[in-house]
């Protein structure tokens, strides 16, 4: 049970996301908010570099740094660097497919913004959670009547890249047939006027966001 809730909860961790500004002038609030999550989840960098004046490296990067952020745990794992890769593609893949409508920004008597960004969040998780439960406690069958009929027991390494390998066959046939979406949930976020003219997205309605796209009605 403990291996199992791990693995959910390693594969729904929120994906960090560092706090970037925008650049002020005739500031587009709501073009700058669609262009920081489409370089972050979809890894258009476009307009985020017409907006931000980035360079395409530098917002290459962002992506990257999502990606990498979400597969931090899997390197405490030890899994085989086959597997490991395949689950880096596998959530590239996730993060590109998510769901959102930027709507118009809306601005205050102090210069500062709110967006109101639409989001259908992916079910995949949620789809797949009884097929995992299934499969691993046929496979927790399996080696308990091997190693009743003589067999050596795994090791917790061999079963825990067993359960992984297992997990990610189930995600990737999820993904392969046509992810599907939940209701559309209303997260407004907030694009603050600071120091130096310089606008900011705050950490926590990033936070939200992030939640936001992946459905986590498994774990409540």
Do not use: W
């Not at 650049?23 to 709501?30: E, P």
Request: glycine share 6%; with cysteine.
């Amino acid at each position: 049970m403990y291996r199992k809730k791990r693995i959910i909860a390693v594969l729904l961790a929120a994906f960090m996301l560092a706090l970037l500004v925008g650049c002020v002038g005739k500031f587009d609030a709501g073009g700058y908010t669609k262009s920081l999550l489409d370089v972050t989840y979809k890894n258009d960098a476009q307009q985020y570099i017409e907006l931000t004046g980035s360079t395409k490296d530098a917002a290459d990067k962002i992506f990257e740094k999502n990606l990498d952020a979400t597969m931090e745990e899997f390197e405490n794992l030890n899994l085989p660097d086959e597997l490991e890769n395949k689950y880096r593609q596998l959530f590239g893949d996730l993060i590109r497919n998510v769901k959102y409508t930027v709507s118009e920004a809306k601005e205050d008597d102090n210069g500062n913004f709110t967006v109101d960004v639409s989001i259908e969040p992916l079910t995949i998780f949620d789809d797949t959670y009884t097929d995992f439960q299934n499969q691993a406690k046929e496979y927790a069958t399996q080696v308990s009547n091997d190693v009743m009929n003589g067999a050596t027991m795994p090791s917790d390494e061999e079963m825990q890249n067993h359960i992984y390998e297992l997990y990610y066959e189930i995600l990737n046939q999820d993904l392969e047939k046509g992810l599907q979406y939940g209701e559309t949930e209303v997260i407004t976020v907030h694009v603050n006027r600071g120091e130096g003219d310089i606008y900011e997205i705050p950490q926590e309605d990033m936070t939200a966001l992030d939640e936001a796209m992946l459905s986590q009605t498994v774990l409540q």
